[in-house]
């Protein structure tokens, strides 16, 4: 039955607990998100429970190269691992809770190189044909909207707004940082529909609603072997692109920071983040 548990409520060795408090309190102090913290946690509590030591003084280098070696895992997920376990050892040599750091000589993951891969046309088809209402929501959130996992994970039916030009949704990005993505009419119906007595649109244990790593795997699940939902984010971005040629109109309507001088001093109107959004949300087949 234990198996069954998510990673964040089952119970680790008193000494282990007592670090992760201290660790994620830096992290508060740090100015970092719930999110963030979220899958910080769930990735050291996760590591603990595999390994079953009694104390993050009893894990090894070795076993900490087991893990982070599997072949299952993909680059991003084996760099958040990474990152974790180093900003998590930082804390527990400078707090004294130990004098060995077992990921000093773990190797730095490579970002990851590969050309986007946005879902194509077939994929779209097939999760809009097989994916329940609640899931297929969630994947129209990434496709339509360009959200990332964790946003999904924390739409509230207060998110929800009319713009001058529309609907809108308030997204709660990395960093704590928020953004405001103009939605399709259809888009925000379903959005509507889903929660018609106000509150989360997916309902959870943890923080009141379900966990970013959920929403990723229903997702997933009702696309081919292979491809992940981070892959509709890229078919948002691609699209928007083809139908608007406004880069940083797609930069704002993703979320990301901005790279370049230049575009930090150019203006982007909502109505063309707004077009966006509408191209990217185009039927299959439209012009």
Not at 86 to 96: A, E, L, Q, V
Not at 107 to 113: D, M
Not at 195 to 220: C, Q
Not at 246 to 257: D, F, K, M, P, W
Request: glycine share 8%; net charge positive.
């Amino acid at each position: 039955m234990s198996q069954l548990l998510h990673t964040l409520s089952y119970k680790l060795p008193r000494e282990w607990e007592d670090a992760l408090d201290g660790w994620l309190t830096r992290l508060m102090a740090a100015g970092t998100s719930p999110a963030t913290r979220r899958t910080r946690r769930a990735h050291i509590r996760s590591i603990a429970r595999q390994i079953g030591a009694q104390s993050p003084r009893d894990v090894t280098t070795e076993e900490l190269l087991v893990i982070l070696g599997r072949p299952q895992l993909s680059i991003e997920h084996r760099r958040g691992l990474r990152a974790s376990l180093g900003s998590f050892y930082r804390y527990c040599i400078d707090s004294g809770a130990i004098h060995s750091d077992p990921t000093l000589t773990l190797p730095n993951v490579r970002a990851a190189s590969a050309a986007p891969k946005p879902a194509t046309d077939a994929i779209w088809r097939q999760i809009l044909d097989t994916a329940d209402q609640r899931t297929r929501l969630m994947a129209r959130l990434a496709c339509e909207a360009g959200l990332r996992r964790a946003e999904v994970a924390c739409v509230h039916s207060d998110d929800l707004v009319n713009g001058i030009d529309g609907a809108e949704l308030i997204v709660h990005g990395k960093g704590n940082k928020q953004r405001v993505v103009p939605i399709t009419v259809t888009l925000a119906t379903e959005i509507a529909k889903a929660s018609p007595f106000g509150g989360y649109l997916f309902p959870g244990k943890i923080d009141g609603h379900i966990s970013p790593d959920r929403v990723g795997h229903l997702v997933s699940k009702v696309m081919p072997k292979g491809w992940s939902m981070h892959k509709l984010r890229h078919r948002f971005a691609t699209r928007g692109y083809a139908g608007t040629g406004n880069l940083r109109a797609v930069q704002e309507a993703l979320g990301h920071a901005s790279v370049a001088t230049t575009q930090r001093y150019t203006a982007v109107a909502s109505r063309e983040v707004r077009a966006v959004t509408e191209a990217a949300a185009q039927p299959v087949g439209a012009a």
